[in-house]
């Protein structure tokens, strides 16, 4: 049996009820002054699938809810308790209060946004006429004939589509972002993604930030379809606070 | 476009749900601490896997796919009706076929390594698709650079 490790927090957090580590092991702190680290027993060659992942992943967020937590990387497992004190707690020590500290009484949640393919491409055609007026003019002629053409107004499409994404994207940040203490986009990935943004959200005003995209939701549902992660460790905002990017009080 | 406004009453809290398989590409297996020494549990092809699911490929079939989105919606229908009629155009049209399988390609790998894949997540059956390449003349047009930017409140409020 070796450690699999989850990531670090305060030696006096505890863990949510009927929280299973992967494998449904056991939780429990590793704690060396005032930090610890969250642990569970796996086998050496327990190997890692789908549900080991979603396991990591559903500790850190049991642990967020009530606790700060720096969450580690999947795929960490060590030997025994000293040495978890030894290479993660003592080794790292002031880089670790140093984040501790920094997102005390934070948390993470993740907004992703989809646009509804015919409705978005609906408003583009409203929004330039001009496209409406290459379609009918094309459907005179068999599509051999006009393949050119198709990708042209196809290409044109995508773009005015584009706009409009970027139009929704600065929209839904407008209004979340002052809710939050920073934000940290991601690329969007496929083609009707808006949005894919982590907001770091003081753990006290979650309730106004729940409120806001469940309002941004309804408001947008023809359009736009929301998806609401959280609440999670700071993934996105640990690098920045480690390079002194993000940096606060 | 139907919006009701009950502000007060907080009526549109909602609660985050917990990650899926999908955001722990982003999270778990892309960030968090590390540590000099240690030992990795195996996986294999993992690594592999995050740049595969970021694989966005944009071509000539999407802007065809566009195109004929475009043809097909009927105007003069109401907002409702004909939606599913043209979903399912889209959805079974040779374009998309062609642009979809690479990435259908890649998330079968993720099926595979990851195992037992039963419940995926809406948006992960469909990831249409996007924009242009650098092969494309309309690259320039693309939008800023948007990778993992971070600003702080502070410095957007001055």
Same mark, same amino acid.
């Given at each position: 049996?070796?450690?699999?490790?989850?990531?670090?927090?305060?030696?006096?957090?505890?863990?949510?009820?009927?929280?299973?580590?992967r494998?449904d092991?056991?939780?429990?702190?590793?704690?060396?002054?005032?930090?610890?680290?969250?642990?569970?027993a796996?086998?050496?060659?327990?190997?890692?699938?789908?549900?080991?992942?979603?396991?990591?992943?559903?500790?850190?967020?049991?642990?967020?809810?009530?606790?700060t937590?720096?969450?580690?990387?999947?795929?960490?497992?060590?030997?025994d308790?000293?040495?978890?004190?030894? @290479?993660?707690?003592?080794?790292?020590?002031?880089?670790?209060?140093?984040?501790?500290?920094?997102?005390?009484?934070?948390?993470?949640?993740?907004? @992703?946004a989809f646009?509804?393919?015919?409705p978005?491409?609906?408003?583009?055609?409203?929004?330039?006429? @001009?496209?409406?007026?290459?379609?009918?003019?094309?459907?005179?002629?068999?599509? %051999?004939?006009?393949?050119?053409r198709q990708?042209?107004l196809? @290409?044109?499409?995508a773009?005015?589509?584009?706009?409009?994404?970027?139009?929704?994207?600065?929209?839904?940040l407008?209004?979340?972002?002052?809710?939050?203490r920073?934000?940290?986009?991601?690329?969007?990935?496929?083609?009707?993604?808006?949005?894919?943004?982590?907001?770091?959200?003081?753990?006290?005003?979650?309730?106004s930030?729940?409120?806001?995209?469940?309002?941004?939701?309804?408001?947008?549902?023809?359009?736009?379809?929301?998806?609401?992660?959280?609440?999670?460790?700071?993934?996105?905002?640990?690098?920045?606070?480690? %390079?002194?990017?993000?940096?606060?009080? | 476009?139907t $919006?009701? !406004?009950?502000?007060?009453?907080?009526?549109?809290a909602?609660?985050?749900n917990?990650?899926?398989?999908?955001d722990?590409?982003?999270?778990i297996?892309?960030?968090g601490?590390?540590?000099?020494?240690?030992?990795? *549990?195996?996986? $294999?092809?993992?690594?592999?896997?995050?740049?595969?699911?970021?694989? *966005?490929?944009?071509?000539?079939?999407?802007?065809?796919?566009?195109?004929?989105?475009?043809n #097909?919606?009927?105007?003069?229908?109401? !907002?409702?009706?004909?939606?599913?009629?043209?979903?399912?155009d889209?959805?079974?049209?040779?374009?998309?076929?062609?642009?979809?399988?690479?990435?259908?390609?890649?998330?079968?790998?993720?099926?595979?390594?990851?195992?037992?894949?039963?419940?995926?997540?809406?948006?992960?059956k469909?990831?249409?698709p #996007?924009?242009? &390449?650098?092969?494309?003349? !309309?690259?320039? #047009? &693309?939008r800023?650079? #948007?990778k993992s930017t971070?600003? !702080?409140?502070? &410095?957007?409020?001055?």
């Amino acid at each position: 049996m070796v450690l699999h490790l989850y990531g670090v927090t305060t030696a006096d957090a505890s863990p949510p009820p009927d929280l299973k580590g992967r494998r449904d092991g056991e939780l429990r702190l590793v704690a060396a002054g005032d930090l610890a680290v969250i642990v569970s027993a796996v086998d050496a060659d327990t190997p890692a699938g789908r549900k080991d992942l979603l396991a990591h992943a559903h500790v850190l967020e049991g642990y967020a809810e009530e606790s700060t937590v720096l969450p580690m990387q999947f795929g960490i497992a060590l030997p025994d308790d000293d040495v978890v004190r030894e @290479q993660v707690l003592e080794k790292d020590r002031e880089s670790l209060e140093h984040l501790i500290h920094s997102f005390d009484g934070l948390v993470q949640v993740t907004v @992703q946004a989809f646009h509804h393919e015919e409705p978005a491409l609906r408003e583009v055609l409203r929004r330039h006429p @001009q496209l409406l007026a290459a379609r009918e003019e094309m459907k005179a002629f068999p599509e %051999t004939a006009t393949h050119a053409r198709q990708v042209d107004l196809g @290409q044109a499409v995508a773009s005015s589509l584009e706009e409009l994404q970027e139009e929704d994207r600065l929209m839904l940040l407008d209004r979340l972002a002052p809710l939050s203490r920073a934000v940290a986009e991601n690329d969007a990935n496929g083609a009707h993604e808006i949005l894919h943004a982590a907001f770091l959200v003081e753990r006290a005003e979650r309730g106004s930030f729940d409120e806001a995209v469940g309002l941004l939701r309804s408001e947008n549902e023809e359009r736009m379809r929301l998806r609401y992660v959280g609440p999670q460790p700071p993934y996105s905002f640990l690098e920045p606070m480690k %390079t002194g990017e993000l940096a606060w009080d | 476009m139907t $919006v009701t !406004q009950h502000r007060g009453g907080g009526g549109y809290a909602t609660r985050p749900n917990p990650s899926g398989l999908a955001d722990v590409i982003d999270t778990i297996l892309d960030k968090g601490l590390v540590i000099d020494i240690y030992v990795r *549990v195996s996986l $294999v092809g993992i690594e592999l896997l995050t740049i595969d699911a970021r694989i *966005v490929i944009a071509s000539v079939d999407t802007y065809l796919r566009f195109a004929e989105a475009v043809n #097909r919606m009927d105007l003069t229908e109401t !907002q409702t009706s004909g939606i599913p009629e043209l979903m399912e155009d889209i959805t079974s049209s040779g374009a998309k076929g062609k642009t979809s399988g690479a990435i259908e390609g890649a998330k079968d790998k993720l099926t595979g390594l990851l195992g037992d894949d039963e419940e995926e997540e809406e948006e992960e059956k469909k990831p249409a698709p #996007r924009k242009s &390449s650098s092969s494309s003349k !309309q690259s320039s #047009r &693309s939008r800023p650079a #948007r990778k993992s930017t971070t600003r !702080q409140k502070q &410095s957007e409020e001055s």
